[in-house]
């Protein structure tokens, strides 16, 4: 069966999380030196650097089985890499959410959220 409502979300996360990685890797000393201050004060305060990398590579993990997965269920109608992008993408939210909260950064979290819904939505359509 062919999904539109899918492939649109499957697109959506993956121009989402292959922008924020682009971003992550064309201004990595910018992005540490805000995130160095907005964990100042939590105990991620030392492991900025490492946790962006983290995150860097789940945001394209999570892209790049978006991208291939919108492919796949266009193509074949295939919904196992749509499924794997889906769960790395509410994954990598969640662990995104975390940061934010661990950072009393509320509005943050808030709109973290906005993308976590349509991201588990994926996943119960391609489950």
Not at 48 to 60: G, Q, S
Request: charged residues 15%.
């Amino acid at each position: 069966m062919f999904n539109v409502a899918s492939i649109l979300i499957l697109a959506f996360l993956a121009v989402t999380f292959i922008q924020s990685g682009y971003d992550k890797v064309m201004d990595w000393k910018g992005n540490v030196a805000w995130l160095k201050e907005h964990f100042a004060k939590t105990r991620l305060k030392n492991q900025v650097p490492l946790a962006l990398f983290h995150i860097l590579v789940l945001e394209l993990i999570s892209g790049v089985l978006c991208i291939v997965g919108g492919i796949q269920l266009l193509v074949n109608n295939g919904r196992a890499f749509g499924l794997y992008g889906g769960v790395f993408s509410c994954i990598t939210l969640i662990m995104l959410l975390f940061g934010q909260r661990l950072a009393k950064d509320y509005d943050g979290a808030r709109t973290i959220v906005i993308y976590f819904i349509p991201a588990v939505m994926v996943v119960y359509w391609l489950s």
